[in-house]
C-alpha cells in the first residue's frame, strides 16, 4: 500500500481515489443500502487485525467519497484501530478526525497525542503543527527542536518549518545572552557592594560597616561580621545604640543577639525607657528648670511687672513623641526599615 499524506479534506478524496484505483471500487451507498457485502468484508478484516483495511476504511469515512456519506465517528473509530497497528494513513485519518474545527469528534488531547505520532512518522505538516501548538503552549524548547528534526534546507516544502526553528532558535540564544549579562552584571553589583563593606571595615568603622549592612545590604551575615568585629576589637561602644533593637529582632539567638542584649541592657540601666526617653515624666522637666534656677524669684525677668515671658517647656509627653517619631522615621521607613511587626513600628 502506498503512503498517503494528509494536510487536508482535498488530499483525503484524491488519497481515496488511489485507494480505489489500487484494490478496486468499494461501491456504498448512504445508510449502507448497497454494497453492504462489500462493506461487512472490509469491516471483517479490520475486525480480523487488518490494520490497513481499516486504513482504509477510515479514509473513506473521512473523505465522504462516492456513494459513502462523510462520517466522522466512523472514520475516527477505524482510524484509531488502524494507528494502534502502527498503519500511518490510520494515524493521519486520526489526526484529523480529532483536530477538525467545530466538529462534536474535535478533541485536542488526543488531537496532540496522534500529531506527534505522525511527526515521529516524518509527517512535516504535523511537525510543523506540533511545534507551533507547542509554542503557544510556553514550551518553547521541544518547539524548536521539532521544527528543526523537520527541516529540510535542501526541500523548498520545508521553508516555513526551517524559519520558524531558526527563529526559536534564535530567541532562545538571545533570551541566554540576556539572562548572561542580568547575571554578571548582578555579580559586579555584589562585588561593588562587598568592597564598600570591606572598606567600612579596613577603617575600623564598625559602626559604618553595620549601618550598611542593616540598611543597604539587608545581609544578616555582613551585619554578623561588622559587630563581631566590633566586639573583638572591645569597640562596641562606637555602635549606634538604636543599632543594638535591630540586630536584636534579626538575631533571636546566638552570639550577636547575647552582644544586643547585653548593649540594651547597659542602656535601660541608665534609662529603664530605652530609647523612648520616657523619664520626662510629668513635672520631670519643670524640676530641671527650677534646679537650674528658672525657679529663683531674685532672677531679672522674673516678677509681676516683667514683660519678659519665660519660653515653656515642652511636655514630657510631646518629647516622647518627637524621640519615638524620629526614631521611626529612621528605622521603619525607606531602606532603612524594620518590618511593621516591631514593637518600634507600631
Request: net charge positive.
Amino acid at each position: 500500500m502506498h503512503r498517503v499524506v494528509i494536510p487536508g479534506r482535498k488530499a483525503l478524496r484524491l488519497a481515496v481515489l488511489a485507494l480505489l484505483a489500487l484494490f478496486g471500487p468499494v461501491s456504498m451507498a448512504p445508510a449502507w443500502a448497497q454494497g453492504a457485502d462489500d462493506l461487512q468484508q472490509s469491516i471483517a478484516r479490520c475486525d480480523g487485525g487488518d490494520r490497513a483495511a481499516c486504513g482504509r476504511l477510515a479514509l473513506i469515512f473521512y473523505a465522504g467519497e462516492g456513494d459513502v456519506e462523510r462520517d466522522l465517528p466512523s472514520a475516527g473509530n477505524f482510524a484509531m484501530r488502524a494507528c494502534s497497528g502502527q498503519d500511518r494513513d490510520g494515524c493521519e485519518v486520526a489526526e484529523a478526525v480529532f483536530a477538525e474545527p467545530g466538529s462534536p469528534q474535535f478533541d485536542a488531547e488526543k488531537a496532540l497525542g496522534y500529531r506527534k505520532t505522525n511527526c515521529a512518522y516524518g509527517n512535516r505538516r504535523s511537525c510543523i503543527d506540533l511545534a507551533r501548538i507547542l509554542y503557544a503552549l510556553d514550551d518553547a524548547l521541544p518547539a524548536e527542536q521539532i521544527a528543526l528534526n523537520a527541516c529540510d534546507p535542501g526541500d523548498p516544502a520545508s521553508a516555513d518549518i526551517c524559519a520558524f526553528g531558526n527563529r526559536l532558535q534564535s530567541l532562545r540564544h538571545q533570551a541566554e545572552a540576556e539572562r548572561e549579562a542580568a547575571i554578571q552584571a548582578a555579580r559586579n553589583a555584589q562585588a561593588r557592594e562587598d568592597a564598600a563593606f570591606d572598606h567600612y571595615m579596613a577603617r575600623r568603622d564598625y559602626d559604618g560597616a553595620l549601618y550598611y549592612s542593616l540598611y543597604h545590604l539587608r545581609s544578616k551575615s555582613h551585619a554578623e561580621r561588622a559587630i563581631m568585629a566590633a566586639a573583638r576589637a572591645g569597640a562596641l561602644g562606637s555602635i549606634f545604640k538604636d543599632h543594638f533593637y535591630v540586630l536584636e529582632y534579626w538575631f533571636p539567638s546566638g552570639p550577636v543577639a547575647k552582644i544586643a542584649a547585653s548593649q540594651i541592657a547597659q542602656v535601660r540601666q541608665s534609662n529603664d525607657c530605652g530609647i523612648f526617653n520616657c523619664t520626662n515624666t510629668p513635672g520631670a522637666s519643670k524640676a530641671r528648670w527650677r534646679a537650674a534656677g528658672g525657679g529663683r524669684s531674685s532672677s531679672s525677668y522674673s516678677g509681676s511687672g516683667s514683660s519678659y515671658t519665660p519660653r515653656p517647656m515642652p511636655s514630657s509627653a510631646d518629647i516622647a513623641r518627637q524621640t519615638r517619631g524620629k526614631y521611626r522615621f529612621n528605622n521603619c521607613t525607606g531602606s532603612r526599615r524594620l518590618p511593621s511587626s516591631h514593637p518600634v513600628c507600631q
